[in-house]
């Protein structure tokens, strides 16, 4: 059987974890300037909303961490998405503001386990979880993983499509959906990475020789270059979901 520990009680899976869950995300993820600020008073305050999914054994299969916020529980109350959930949680937790929502910001499953369902056995226990502490809401900016083969399409159009069961064409968002969560709102600009062409250049593998669009590996939307400025930037769209 499996359980989520809080990160604090299995420090001896820490470096495992480091270096797996790592290889699960394109590098240019972890260059988000909005999230660095909020980086060590979110470990600060919320280490104990950080995870593993553990065998009896104590072998590490998955991690997830997430943020409590207060929501009214519209669609216009929503943070901008990934970073805005950040900066939310950071300042409510520094104001005093009592949280009522719990946002699942990352999950994921060690690459060898895959596809066996796990991303629903951590949804479920960090919900149950979340409940327990009083947050009866639990929302996620929910990175769709197949998104990156439709860089052109915006994230509305996109959250949009169904196969012919009805469920979600992206993979990631049907697990969701399965396990009763129901899609809110896109989040266009859930995160921002800004980097010089160079720093780009190293994070994608790519050279970008000229300004304009590009399509980069694993990235939801277009890199845009401008070699005047000496900067890209890309937007990263998620979408908001719901569970109940
Ligand atoms: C997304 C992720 C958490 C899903 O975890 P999981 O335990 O594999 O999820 P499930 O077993 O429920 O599988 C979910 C769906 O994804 C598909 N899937 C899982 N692994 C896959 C893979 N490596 N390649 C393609 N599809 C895959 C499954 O077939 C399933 O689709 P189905 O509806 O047709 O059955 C996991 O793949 C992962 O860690 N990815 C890297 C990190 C990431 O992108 N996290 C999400 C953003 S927060």
Same mark, same amino acid.
């Given at each position: 059987?499996?359980?989520?520990?809080?990160?604090?009680?299995? #420090?001896? @899976?820490?470096?495992?974890?480091?270096k797996?869950? %790592?290889?699960?995300? !394109?590098?240019?993820i972890?260059?988000?300037?909005?999230v660095?600020?909020?980086?060590?008073?979110?470990?600060?305050?919320? +280490?104990?909303?950080?995870?593993?999914?553990v065998?009896?054994e104590?072998?590490?299969i998955?991690?997830?961490?997430?943020?409590?916020?207060?929501?009214?529980?519209?669609v216009? &109350?929503?943070?901008?998405?990934?970073?805005?959930?950040?900066?939310?949680? *950071?300042?409510?937790?520094e104001?005093g503001v009592?949280p009522?929502?719990?946002?699942?910001m990352?999950?994921?499953?060690?690459?060898?386990?895959?596809?066996?369902?796990h991303?629903?056995?951590?949804?479920?226990?960090?919900?149950?979880? %979340?409940?327990?502490?009083? @947050?009866?809401?639990m929302?996620?900016?929910?990175?769709p993983? +197949?998104?990156?083969?439709?860089?052109l399409? &915006?994230?509305?159009?996109f959250m949009?499509?169904?196969?012919s069961?009805?469920? #979600? @064409?992206?993979?990631?968002?049907?697990?969701?959906?399965?396990?009763?969560?129901t899609l809110?709102? !896109?989040a266009? *600009?859930?995160?921002?990475?800004?980097?010089?062409?160079?720093e780009?250049?190293?994070?994608?593998?790519m @050279?970008?020789p000229a300004?304009?669009?590009?399509?980069?590996p694993?990235?939801?939307?277009?890199?845009?270059i401008?070699?005047?400025? &000496?900067?890209g930037?890309?937007?990263?769209?998620?979408?908001?979901?719901?569970?109940?």
């Amino acid at each position: 059987m499996y359980e989520l520990i809080p990160i604090a009680q299995a #420090p001896e @899976l820490d470096e495992e974890a480091g270096k797996r869950f %790592a290889e699960e995300w !394109p590098e240019f993820i972890f260059h988000d300037a909005g999230v660095k600020v909020f980086r060590d008073r979110r470990r600060e305050f919320f +280490l104990d909303w950080e995870f593993y999914l553990v065998t009896e054994e104590r072998r590490l299969i998955a991690g997830c961490w997430g943020v409590p916020i207060a929501w009214d529980g519209t669609v216009e &109350d929503l943070p901008g998405g990934f970073t805005g959930s950040l900066g939310r949680a *950071v300042t409510s937790y520094e104001e005093g503001v009592v949280p009522n929502t719990f946002v699942l910001m990352a999950a994921a499953v060690r690459s060898d386990e895959q596809g066996q369902g796990h991303a629903g056995r951590v949804i479920t226990a960090v919900r149950e979880r %979340a409940a327990a502490a009083g @947050l009866d809401r639990m929302i996620a900016p929910v990175r769709p993983t +197949l998104k990156s083969r439709y860089p052109l399409t &915006d994230i509305g159009s996109f959250m949009s499509w169904t196969r012919s069961d009805g469920l #979600p @064409l992206d993979p990631w968002l049907r697990t969701h959906v399965r396990l009763g969560a129901t899609l809110l709102a !896109p989040a266009p *600009v859930s995160q921002t990475m800004t980097g010089s062409v160079a720093e780009w250049e190293k994070w994608t593998g790519m @050279l970008f020789p000229a300004s304009g669009s590009y399509v980069i590996p694993d990235g939801l939307a277009l890199l845009q270059i401008d070699r005047t400025a &000496d900067t890209g930037i890309y937007r990263e769209p998620n979408v908001w979901m719901r569970h109940a």
